[in-house]
């Protein structure tokens, strides 16, 4: 059985996280849980764990300085980030940390299976795999503008997103990202954002039993009516009817390059 301490200030979401991680199914128990990184590392002075699991934003002392805590006294400590859609900063200086992972909120049994399967199987590699599977990681992070620009977007899409921000993030001319996206993916940069958001919440509308106006603020509506004919624009139904019945609903956008 492996271990794991997780790291959350609030303790529904804890709870939740390991609710989750039982109906994996897999070997892995949680052993110790701590409210903040502060908290984390005072116990892991006289403890060890197989996995630590933290979230981003927290009091006392955050994820990101957690990780860098870590980082400087068990290198190769293997850790899982847990952030919101607003966190991609965070999760960005994370990655390049080297931490294993990140899984965004709510988390879901698929998600959460993938993510420690994977860290199963690198444990169990040889050690020239496990070399192979971090180069692939740090080669990960040297994305495109383009494929950062969709990152920030998917990790943003419940808050307001501007052509100038985005751009900002990859140090590009906003006009030539404009550019860019209507070269590469054949769609504005404004249509791809609506895209992204349908795609999102018809997949918290079919998974998920959040509320219409819940769903329309995770995806970056504060009015559930335009959300409800936007939906209806590009889906040919409502939120409703879709999730009665997704199969009555017309196709919607275009599949996400």
């Known amino acids: 059985m492996y271990t794991l301490l997780l790291v959350d200030d609030e303790r529904w979401v804890r709870t939740s996280l390991k609710r989750v991680l039982e ?3 897999l070997p892995i128990s949680v052993v110790k849980e701590a409210a903040h990184g502060l908290e984390a590392l005072d116990w ?8 630590i699991m933290t979230d981003v934003r927290m009091p006392v002392m955050q994820g990101l300085p957690f990780v860098e805590a870590i980082r400087r006294q068990r290198r190769d400590q293997p850790i899982v980030v847990v ?4 966190d991609f900063g965070y999760v960005q200086q994370a990655l390049r940390f080297g931490v294993l992972d990140y899984l965004l909120k709510p ?9 420690l399967e994977h860290w199963i199987d690198q444990r169990q590699r040889p050690q020239a ?9 740090r080669e990960a992070l040297e994305k495109s503008p383009i494929q950062q620009v969709k990152e920030y977007i998917r990790l943003n899409m419940a808050g307001d997103i501007t052509l100038t921000q985005a751009a900002a993030r ?30 999102e919440a018809k997949r918290l509308l079919s998974r998920t039993s959040l509320r219409i106006n819940e ?16 939906f209806k624009k590009c889906n040919g139904c409502t939120p409703s009817e879709f999730r009665k019945d997704p199969a009555k609903c017309v196709t919607g956008p275009p599949a996400l390059g």
């Not at 879901?108 to 993938?114: H, L, P």
Request: hydrophobic share 35%.
């Open 215 to 230: 769903v329309a603020d995770r995806v970056g509506y504060s009015d559930v009516a335009y959300f409800s004919n936007t």
């Open 23 to 25: 109906k994996t199914g």
């Open 44 to 51: 892991l002075k006289d403890h060890s764990v197989d996995l």
């Open 83 to 86: 952030s919101g859609y607003d």
């Open 107 to 115: 988390v879901e049994v698929a998600d959460m299976k993938r993510c």
């Open 170 to 199: 990859v140090h590009l001319n906003p006009s030539y990202l404009s550019q860019l996206f209507k070269q590469q993916l054949n769609r504005n940069f404004v249509d791809y954002i609506v895209e992204v958001r349908m795609e």
């Open 129 to 137: 795999e496990t070399q192979s599977a971090a180069q692939q990681t």
